[in-house]
């Protein structure tokens, strides 16, 4: 089984800010990886996805990065909204995983 | 728009057996493979269950295996979940999702399935 590690566990960061997440995968996933948005009480997004493709409707201040084993997400500019839990997900082997998320929060 | 509406959860016992729905609309549900996520009450996300287009290809998490059966009904536009033999651990919010190529690009919702006696 193919185990994501998402560092940090948590980023509290202001409004305007950058933010920078990493997914580091036990061994390679290709580019068979992607990101997900989750708010409370709501389903996952698709955020990113074959590494770096923006999902429909996703701003351009999410972009994505990596290969193989070690992966990027990257929001430009936090704005209120982004404020969420973000998980990365490899699509390369079974069974499917996903890694244990990064909370981003208001500082 | 793509919708996907999961039911079918609740309380049950050890043991017992739940059968979840998720029902389909907004796009060509016989083109797209589906699956389902569960998430432990504040924990991550765990892939469940997968299944191809026409209901082959069926694949499950190893903690699942031989308890959880997944299925679908192209006709109705309804996916299923089987869960006998329910654990503790089982307990989860599931949700039923999309899969376009090989990602996940569309979510229900969610059905809460609690196991406690």
């Known amino acids: 089984e193919i185990v994501l590690t998402q560092s940090p566990a948590t980023l509290s960061l202001f409004p305007g800010e950058r933010a920078t997440l990493s997914c580091r995968a036990s061994r390679s996933v290709s580019t068979y990886l992607a990101w997900y948005q989750q708010k409370p009480g709501q389903a996952p997004r698709l955020l990113i996805h074959?590494?770096?493709s923006r999902a429909a409707g996703v701003p351009a201040r999410f972009s994505g990065s990596g290969s193989g084993t070690d992966f990027t997400l990257t929001i430009s500019s936090l704005e209120p909204e982004d404020f969420a839990v973000y998980y990365c997900h490899q699509c390369n082997h079974w069974p499917r995983t996903f890694g244990g998320g990064t909370k981003v929060e208001i500082k | 728009e793509v919708q996907l509406l999961e039911s079918g959860g609740g309380l049950v016992q050890p043991g017992g057996s739940l059968r979840l729905s998720c029902a389909a609309s907004?796009?060509?549900?016989?083109?797209?493979?589906m699956g389902w996520v569960r998430q432990a009450p504040g924990k991550g996300l765990e892939w469940v269950s997968s299944?191809?287009?026409?209901?082959?290809?069926?694949l499950h998490v190893d903690s699942v295996k031989g308890r959880f059966t997944i299925t679908r009904d192209n006709s109705k536009n309804t996916l299923f979940l089987q869960m006998d033999s329910l654990r503790a651990e089982d307990t989860a919010i599931y949700y039923c999702?999309?899969?376009?190529?090989?990602?996940?690009?569309?979510w229900g919702q969610g059905t809460l399935v609690t196991v406690s006696s």
């Open positions: 999702a999309r899969r376009t190529n090989v990602w996940l690009d569309s």
């Open positions: 907004g796009f060509t549900f016989s083109d797209h493979p």
């Open positions: 299944i191809g287009s026409v209901g082959d290809a069926t």
């Open positions: 074959d590494t770096s």
